[in-house]
Nanobody, 126 residues
Framework: QVQLVESGGGLVQAGNSLRVSCVSS????????MAWFRQSPGKEREFVAS????????AYAASVKGRFTISRGSAKNTVHLQMNNLTTEDTAVYYC???????????????????WGQGTRVTVSS
């Protein structure tokens, strides 16, 4: 059994920062490629960022590159997403995802990820 638990969402004003985190347990305890996706009402779930097991490789969606940073915590089963200079367009439910297998920067659709968290809501006000 694999569980992913997100935390850190909330309400923030545009231009400010927020960090969301994800802790995995179970089969992914020793680390697995992980990613963040987000979904707004009426829109499909979209890729935000991903990170390899070691944290040495990362990938970002064009819309967040330069503003968001994905990183590993001190434990391999923890991933953070630091979000800076937030805009109202970043308002969404943010989901943590993990896959069993190799990492690739090209894995940017939900079908590549087997395990999902319940999501944490991020609301950016103008």
């Amino acid at each position: 059994q694999v569980q992913l638990v997100e935390s850190g969402g909330g309400l923030v004003q545009a231009g400010n920062s927020l960090r969301v985190s994800c802790v995995s347990s179970g089969r992914t305890d020793n680390g697995s490629p992980m990613a963040w996706f987000r979904q707004s009402p009426g829109k499909e779930r979209e890729f935000v960022a991903s990170i390899s097991v070691t944290g040495g490789s990362t990938a970002y969606a064009a819309s967040v590159k330069g503003r968001f940073t994905i990183s590993r915590g001190s434990a391999k089963n923890t991933v953070h997403l630091q979000m800076n200079n937030l805009t109202t367009e970043d308002t969404a439910v943010y989901y943590c995802a993990a896959r069993i297998g190799t990492y690739s920067e090209s894995y940017r659709t939900p079908r590549f990820y087997r395990y999902w968290g319940q999501g944490t809501r991020v609301t950016v006000s103008s």
